[in-house]
């Protein structure tokens, strides 16, 4: 895993700058800081869904199988452990395709 590069010239994208688009409210745009090239989010991050929709599930049913050895305190603590991971992992799950500009 490492972080997406821009199309046009190379240079990856910084950390921060993706985490930030990626949760704004915003449109979901990045700008290269070297070229300027715009580049959109893409329409269907498969990998990142998917991450986000079947690992939790696994996880509870599994939780939820030993329930009689762990207290639901451990499990808050997991699931807050598997939101931190998600948001310091979303960088480099998510995937920018640049946008052709039509002259």
């Known amino acids: 895993m490492e972080l997406q590069k821009c199309q046009n010239c190379g240079v990856k994208f910084y950390y921060r700058a993706i985490q930030k688009n990626f949760f704004s409210g915003e449109e979901k745009r990045l700008k290269c800081e070297n070229c300027g090239t715009e580049h959109r989010l893409r329409k269907n991050p498969g990998r990142f869904l998917s991450l986000l929709v079947l690992l939790p599930m696994f996880l509870w049913s599994f939780l939820m199988l030993l329930e009689y050895y762990f207290d639901r305190v451990l499990m808050f ?27």
């Open 77 to 103: 603590f997991i699931t807050i452990a598997y939101i931190i991971a998600i948001i310091l992992l979303s960088p480099y799950l998510v995937k920018y395709d640049k946008i052709e500009k039509n002259n």
